[in-house]
C-alpha cells in the first residue's frame, strides 16, 4: 500500500506560478496545516486525564474539552463545536487549497494533461488504501473501513481533481448539488421512531439510523470481515466522502484566490468575508432544524460551518504570514506542515513506540517529578518533542514524503 509514496527532496504541494513566472511556497498554507498535524499529535499529552484529576480547575476542563470530539452534535464553538472537531475539515479544507498550486507548478514544468489526470487518480487510490492500512493496524485481517480522514479524502480526490479544470461557476454548481443532494438523501430516508440524539426531523440525521448507515450496513459487509458489520461505534460513514468533497471545494476556492493576480487586500476580504458566510449559514441551518450541525456524518451544515472556520483561520495566517511578513513564530508549525503525511504517518504508527521506549531508557521518575497527576502530560510533551524532531531532521535534509 505504500508503493506509491516516495521520499523526495522538493515539495510537490503549495507551490505557485505567479505572474512573475516564478514558483514559491504559501508560508501560510503551510504554518495552518502544520497547526492541524500538531492538534491531532497531541493528543498524546492525554489532557482528559489531567482534567480528571483536578475536575475543579476550569482551564483544564476547558483544554481537555477542545482536545475532544463533540459527542453527536456540534453547534457552536462554546456549545458542542470544539477545537478537535475542526482538523479533518482543516485538512480536508487545506487539500483542496494547495491543488491550485500543485496544478501551477505541474504546468510550469510541462507535464501533459493525462500524466497529471493518471497522478491524480493514483494518489487518490493510495490515499484510500493507506486509511484501510492504518485503520487494519492491530487486526487480526484487514479492517475495510473508509472513515479514516486519508481514505476520506482519497474517495473524493479525483472528482475534485476534475472540478480544478473546471470555472469557478462549475465548482459551486458541484458545492451546491453535493450540498442539496445530500441533504435530500437523509432527509428522504426514513427517520427512527425514537431517536438516539434528535427527535422529529431531525432524526433522520441521527446516529447509526440515517441513510449513511445504511448503505454502509450493504457496502461494507461486501469485503471480507471478522463479524458482520452493523455500525460504527462513533457513527462515521462512508459515504462522509461526498459532503467532504464539498469541504474541499470551498478549499479549492480559496487556493484560486491565493494564487490570483487579486491584490493580498482583496484576497484577504474575499477570505473573510466567504468565511463568515459560510459559519453564518452553517449555523442557520442548524439553528433552524432543516440540518444539524453534526461533524461525524458531516452533515450539509457542518460542511459550512466547518468550511467558514477554515476560510477565517487561513485568512488569519495569511494576514500575519503573507501580509505583515511576521514568518520566525510559524517555523515550528511550518515543520510540521510541510510534511504533513509523514506526520500523519508518525503520529499514528510510532506514538505507542516511543511512548514505551521513553521511559525504558530515560526512567519513569523524569515524568513524575511535577507529580503523578501531571505523568501523562510531561510522558505525551516528551513523545510529542520526539515526533517533532524527527519532522525537522527531515526538513534540514529536505525530506518531504509526498504521494
Known amino acids: 500500500m505504500l508503493n506509491g509514496a516516495k521520499m523526495e527532496h522538493r515539495p510537490d504541494s503549495d507551490s505557485a506560478a505567479p505572474p512573475d513566472g516564478t514558483l514559491q511556497r504559501l508560508g501560510s498554507i503551510d504554518a495552518y496545516r502544520g497547526l492541524v498535524m500538531l492538534l491531532m499529535m497531541a493528543e498524546v499529552l492525554h489532557l482528559s486525564r489531567i482534567a480528571n484529576a483536578f475536575p475543579d480547575n476550569e482551564t483544564w476542563g476547558f483544554l481537555a474539552h477542545?482536545?475532544?470530539?463533540?459527542?453527536?452534535?456540534?453547534?457552536?464553538?462554546?456549545?458542542?463545536?470544539?477545537?478537535?472537531?475542526?482538523?479533518?475539515?482543516?485538512?480536508?479544507?487545506?487539500?483542496?487549497?494547495?491543488?491550485?498550486?500543485?496544478l501551477a507548478r505541474r504546468t510550469a514544468e510541462g507535464q501533459p494533461q493525462w500524466k497529471r489526470t493518471?497522478?491524480?487518480?493514483?494518489?487518490?487510490?493510495i490515499l484510500v488504501l493507506l486509511g484501510v492500512f492504518l485503520r487494519s493496524t492491530g487486526k487480526p485481517q484487514t479492517y475495510w473501513t473508509f472513515e479514516d480522514t486519508l481514505s476520506q479524502i482519497g474517495l473524493g480526490y479525483g472528482f475534485l481533481y476534475l472540478l480544478a479544470l473546471r470555472s469557478t461557476l462549475v465548482q459551486g454548481i458541484a458545492l451546491a448539488v453535493i450540498l442539496i443532494g445530500y441533504w435530500v438523501a437523509f432527509a428522504w430516508y426514513p427517520a427512527p421512531e425514537a431517536g438516539r440524539y434528535f427527535g422529529g426531523f431531525e432524526a433522520h440525521w441521527d446516529h447509526n439510523t440515517n441513510a449513511a448507515w445504511a448503505f454502509d450496513t450493504w457496502f461494507l459487509n461486501l469485503f471480507p470481515r471478522e463479524r458482520p458489520f452493523t455500525g460504527n461505534g462513533g457513527g462515521y460513514a462512508t459515504?462522509?466522502?461526498?459532503?467532504t468533497l464539498g469541504t474541499m471545494i470551498l478549499g479549492l476556492f480559496a487556493g484560486r484566490w491565493l494564487r490570483s493576480e487579486l491584490t493580498t487586500g482583496q484576497k484577504m476580504t474575499r477570505l473573510v468575508i466567504a468565511g463568515a458566510i459560510c459559519l453564518a449559514a452553517g449555523w442557520g441551518l442548524d439553528a433552524a432544524g432543516v440540518s444539524p450541525n453534526v461533524k461525524k456524518i458531516w452533515t450539509p451544515s457542518w460542511v459550512l460551518f466547518s468550511?467558514?472556520?477554515?476560510?477565517?483561520?487561513l485568512a488569519f495566517f495569511y494576514l500575519v504570514m503573507e501580509i505583515w511578513r511576521l514568518r520566525g513564530w510559524a517555523f515550528v508549525l511550518v515543520v510540521v506542515g510541510m510534511n504533513s503525511i509523514a506526520a500523519y504517518l508518525i503520529a499514528h504508527l510510532f506514538d505507542d513506540f516511543i511512548a514505551k521506549a521513553l521511559p525504558r531508557h530515560l526512567g519513569a521518575n523524569l515524568f513524575n517529578a511535577a507529580g503523578k497527576e501531571y505523568?501523562?502530560?510531561?510522558?505525551?510533551?516528551?513523545?510529542l518533542l520526539v515526533e517533532w524532531l524527527l519532522l525537522w531532521w527531515m526538513h534540514r535534509r529536505r525530506i518531504f514524503l509526498r504521494i
Not at 119 to 124: G, I, L, T, V
Open 66 to 102: 477542545h482536545q475532544t470530539h463533540a459527542e453527536w452534535r456540534t453547534a457552536w464553538a462554546w456549545a458542542g463545536c470544539t477545537l478537535h472537531d475542526l482538523i479533518q475539515p482543516s485538512f480536508s479544507f487545506l487539500v483542496g487549497a494547495a491543488l491550485p498550486f500543485s
Open 118 to 125: 493518471a497522478h491524480a487518480f493514483w494518489r487518490a487510490l
Open 239 to 243: 459515504l462522509s466522502f461526498i459532503p
Open 307 to 313: 468550511g467558514g472556520w477554515a476560510l477565517l483561520f
Open 375 to 383: 505523568e501523562p502530560l510531561l510522558h505525551g510533551a516528551a513523545v
